[in-house]
């Protein structure tokens, strides 16, 4: 079983920055461990549908981006560590969200994944 979890949360102001960390321990039902998941980050915001943000593929290490973080936003992640980071630049109140971050072993798209953590919550005051 696969555990992920999201820390860095927190309050801030607009034009703040705030980095974002994830794990993921643990063994997938295929085998497969944290180099080769696919990682994501999403967000909820209160009334609304939780929405992509980010992603990073284990493949080749592509990254995409929501057009709406595009430029502020840098994921990455550090394999040793079993860990992904979101770097938010830049940030304005309409980030505020609770980030969930999704481990994917056999999904193989950007939207769907197997494994979710409980979310960290993102505040940014104006």
């Known amino acids: 079983q696969v555990e992920v979890v999201e820390s860095g949360g927190g309050l801030v102001q607009a034009g703040d920055s705030l980095r974002l960390s994830c794990t993921a321990s643990g063994r997938a039902a295929n085998g497969r461990t944290f180099e080769n998941f696919d990682m994501g980050w999403f967000r909820q915001a209160p009334g609304k549908e939780r929405e992509f943000v980010a992603g990073?593929?284990?493949?080749?290490?592509?990254?995409y981006y929501a057009d709406s973080v595009k430029g502020r936003f840098t994921i990455s992640r550090d394999n040793a560590k079993n860990t992904v980071y979101l770097l938010m630049n830049s940030l304005e109140p309409e980030d505020t969200a609770v980030y969930f971050c999704?481990?994917?072993?056999?999904?193989?798209?950007?939207?769907?994944?197997?494994?979710w953590g409980q979310g960290t919550q993102v505040t940014v005051s104006s």
């Open positions: 990073i593929k284990w493949s080749d290490g592509s990254i």
């Open positions: 999704a481990a994917d072993y056999s999904c193989g798209n950007l939207y769907e994944y197997d494994y």
